[in-house]
């Protein structure tokens, strides 16, 4: 049946979707569910930050949690070539840094750390927008991250805002983390959802904020399966409506 749709979807007119909202509300996870279903592209802005952050950290223009040197970074900036390549093993895209496949490196607690510090650099994300909006303009995108529906994308025809407790998330995360090997403390990732939140959404340049037209979505109590058939029905109902 999904299948079926999909097909239908591959002669509509193709939307943008822009999946904003706190961290580790499980956007990429129902982001890259969407995309598969409706034969779009994913893209994960988040692992673009973190692969910046990466790069930082390699060059030394870090400590464990802040960015010493900004305006070292900002030099270097023209350097860092990103670049999403297809994994058809895993059935989505992983983060290449200058011809490096990143993937692994870029979701450690470490980077994740100082990922917000580097996201409010001006230059940072001028050129990381702008990396975005071409990856964008053909439509058939979802896109996901903290700014897409009100920087990137303001006129995309499906805007969604996801948002759940800290604590959900936080435990979340943890577990993600455990799984992968990760000898991490559900109170330290706790608290980096939380600093995280407070960076992203008090910053000067483009602050996490739901966009007006966006539909807020708490999955707190709700499983994958509910989370996806909504969302798959949001956007079968405005890809409906395109002429
Ligand atoms: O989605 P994520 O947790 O992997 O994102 C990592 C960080 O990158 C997040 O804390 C804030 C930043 N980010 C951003 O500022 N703007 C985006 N569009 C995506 C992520």
Do not use: C
């Not at 591959?10 to 509300?25: H, L, N, P, R, V």
């Not at 988040?46 to 900002?74: C, H, I, P």
């Not at 008090?202 to 966009?211: I, Q």
Request: zero cysteines.
């Amino acid at each position: 049946m999904k299948r079926a749709f999909s097909y239908y979807f591959w002669f509509m007119q193709k939307i943008t979707i822009a999946i904003d909202g706190y961290s580790s509300t499980g956007k990429s996870t129902i982001a890259k569910q969407l995309a598969k279903a409706l034969n779009y592209v994913y893209v994960d802005t988040g692992a673009m930050y973190r692969a910046v952050t990466l790069f930082a950290m390699k060059n030394e223009f870090t400590s464990d949690n802040e960015v010493l040197n900004v305006a070292g970074l900002v030099a270097k900036l023209p350097e860092i070539h990103l670049d999403f390549q297809p994994n058809s093993v895993l059935g989505y895209a992983e983060m290449y840094l200058n011809g490096e496949n990143v993937e692994k490196q870029i979701r450690t607690l470490e980077v994740s750390k100082l990922v917000s510090p580097v996201a409010v650099i001006k230059e940072v994300r001028e050129k990381l927008v702008d990396i975005q909006k071409g990856m964008g303009e053909n439509k058939g995108v979802v896109m996901d991250g903290r700014d897409i529906g009100t920087v990137v994308f303001p006129n995309a025809e499906l805007k969604i805002f996801m948002t759940a407790s800290p604590e959900k998330r936080a435990y979340r995360r943890y577990k993600e983390l455990l799984d992968k090997g990760e000898d991490v403390k559900y109170e330290d990732v706790l608290v980096n959802v939380q600093s995280r939140d407070h960076i992203d959404s008090t910053r000067k340049e483009s602050p996490l904020r739901k966009a007006d037209d966006a539909i807020e979505f708490d999955n707190s109590d709700m499983g994958l399966e509910e989370q996806f058939e909504r969302m798959y029905g949001y956007a079968q109902r405005v890809i409906a409506k395109q002429k």
